[in-house]
Protein backbone atom coordinates (compact mmCIF):
# COMPACT_ATOMS: atom_id res chain seq x y z
CA UNK A 1 0.00 0.00 0.00
CA UNK A 2 2.82 2.32 0.97
CA UNK A 3 4.21 2.23 -3.17
CA UNK A 4 0.88 2.81 -4.26
CA UNK A 5 -0.04 5.76 -1.79
CA UNK A 6 3.53 7.06 -0.60
CA UNK A 7 3.23 9.52 2.35
CA UNK A 8 -0.62 10.75 1.01
CA UNK A 9 -3.29 9.34 3.46
CA UNK A 10 -6.12 9.75 0.58
CA UNK A 11 -5.75 7.90 -2.65
CA UNK A 12 -7.91 7.94 -5.40
CA UNK A 13 -8.25 5.40 -8.42
CA UNK A 14 -10.91 5.18 -11.32
CA UNK A 15 -13.71 2.09 -10.74
CA UNK A 16 -14.00 0.88 -14.16
CA UNK A 17 -17.48 -0.89 -12.77
CA UNK A 18 -18.88 2.26 -11.60
CA UNK A 19 -17.29 4.59 -14.02
CA UNK A 20 -16.32 7.35 -11.09
CA UNK A 21 -12.96 7.79 -8.85
CA UNK A 22 -13.31 6.56 -5.87
CA UNK A 23 -11.28 8.14 -2.29
CA UNK A 24 -9.51 5.55 -0.44
CA UNK A 25 -8.35 7.14 3.18
CA UNK A 26 -5.88 4.84 4.17
CA UNK A 27 -5.40 5.52 7.93
CA UNK A 28 -6.81 2.49 9.41
CA UNK A 29 -4.96 -0.04 7.24
CA UNK A 30 -3.94 -2.99 9.77
CA UNK A 31 -3.60 -6.63 9.78
CA UNK A 32 -6.27 -8.55 11.98
CA UNK A 33 -3.70 -9.02 14.38
CA UNK A 34 -3.84 -5.69 14.96
CA UNK A 35 -7.36 -5.16 14.71
CA UNK A 36 -7.77 -7.48 17.34
CA UNK A 37 -5.30 -5.59 19.96
CA UNK A 38 -7.38 -3.18 18.89
CA UNK A 39 -10.61 -4.20 20.28
CA UNK A 40 -9.23 -5.70 22.74
CA UNK A 41 -8.31 -2.79 24.65
CA UNK A 42 -11.87 -1.71 23.95
CA UNK A 43 -13.17 -4.79 26.03
CA UNK A 44 -14.13 -6.23 22.35
CA UNK A 45 -13.80 -9.82 21.11
CA UNK A 46 -13.40 -10.60 17.07
CA UNK A 47 -15.84 -13.53 16.36
CA UNK A 48 -13.13 -15.33 13.86
CA UNK A 49 -16.55 -16.85 11.95
CA UNK A 50 -17.27 -13.24 10.80
CA UNK A 51 -13.82 -12.59 9.36
CA UNK A 52 -14.04 -11.82 5.51
CA UNK A 53 -11.00 -10.35 3.44
CA UNK A 54 -12.31 -7.58 0.87
CA UNK A 55 -11.51 -6.46 -2.66
CA UNK A 56 -7.70 -7.68 -3.58
CA UNK A 57 -8.28 -7.21 -7.54
CA UNK A 58 -8.11 -4.42 -9.43
CA UNK A 59 -11.24 -2.79 -10.95
CA UNK A 60 -10.36 -4.07 -14.76
CA UNK A 61 -10.82 -7.58 -13.25
CA UNK A 62 -14.30 -7.49 -11.63
CA UNK A 63 -15.40 -6.15 -15.72
CA UNK A 64 -12.69 -9.62 -17.01
CA UNK A 65 -14.38 -12.52 -14.56
CA UNK A 66 -17.67 -10.14 -13.58
CA UNK A 67 -18.79 -9.01 -10.24
CA UNK A 68 -19.94 -11.93 -8.69
CA UNK A 69 -17.29 -14.12 -10.06
CA UNK A 70 -14.50 -11.77 -9.19
CA UNK A 71 -15.92 -11.99 -5.41
CA UNK A 72 -16.12 -15.53 -5.48
CA UNK A 73 -12.43 -15.58 -6.54
CA UNK A 74 -11.18 -13.62 -3.69
CA UNK A 75 -12.84 -15.43 -1.40
CA UNK A 76 -11.13 -18.63 -2.59
CA UNK A 77 -7.86 -16.49 -2.55
CA UNK A 78 -7.86 -15.58 0.76
CA UNK A 79 -8.96 -18.53 2.58
CA UNK A 80 -6.22 -21.07 0.67
CA UNK A 81 -3.16 -18.33 0.51
CA UNK A 82 -2.16 -16.59 3.51
CA UNK A 83 0.52 -14.31 1.93
CA UNK A 84 -2.28 -13.15 -0.28
CA UNK A 85 -4.68 -12.74 2.71
CA UNK A 86 -2.02 -10.50 4.75
CA UNK A 87 -0.74 -8.37 1.85
CA UNK A 88 -2.83 -7.88 -0.95
CA UNK A 89 -6.31 -7.39 0.71
CA UNK A 90 -7.29 -3.57 0.53
CA UNK A 91 -10.14 -4.28 3.42
CA UNK A 92 -11.20 -6.79 6.70
CA UNK A 93 -15.17 -6.90 7.53
CA UNK A 94 -15.48 -8.19 11.25
CA UNK A 95 -17.78 -8.46 14.01
CA UNK A 96 -16.68 -7.43 17.61
CA UNK A 97 -18.81 -7.98 20.51
CA UNK A 98 -18.31 -6.42 23.98
CA UNK A 99 -16.33 -9.54 26.15
CA UNK A 100 -19.17 -10.35 28.39
CA UNK A 101 -21.69 -11.27 25.65
CA UNK A 102 -18.76 -13.36 24.00
CA UNK A 103 -18.02 -15.08 27.22
CA UNK A 104 -22.14 -15.76 27.52
CA UNK A 105 -22.17 -17.02 23.78
CA UNK A 106 -19.36 -19.65 24.94
CA UNK A 107 -20.92 -20.27 27.71
CA UNK A 108 -23.93 -21.83 26.46
CA UNK A 109 -22.39 -23.23 23.45
CA UNK A 110 -20.56 -25.86 26.10
CA UNK A 111 -23.29 -26.04 28.16
CA UNK A 112 -25.70 -27.37 24.99
CA UNK A 113 -22.60 -29.61 23.70
CA UNK A 114 -23.05 -30.97 27.05
CA UNK A 115 -26.73 -31.31 26.77
CA UNK A 116 -26.32 -33.11 22.86
CA UNK A 117 -23.02 -35.46 24.05
Not at 6 to 30: A, V
Not at 78 to 92: E, L, M, P, S
Amino acid sequence: MYKQRGNNRIIDFYDERLKKTILLGNENIRSLSKWKEEMKAQDLLVDDHSVEYIRAYPPGLFNKYGYQMAIEKEQKLWRKNRIARDYFFFGINFIATPVSISKINNNTSVQQEKMIG
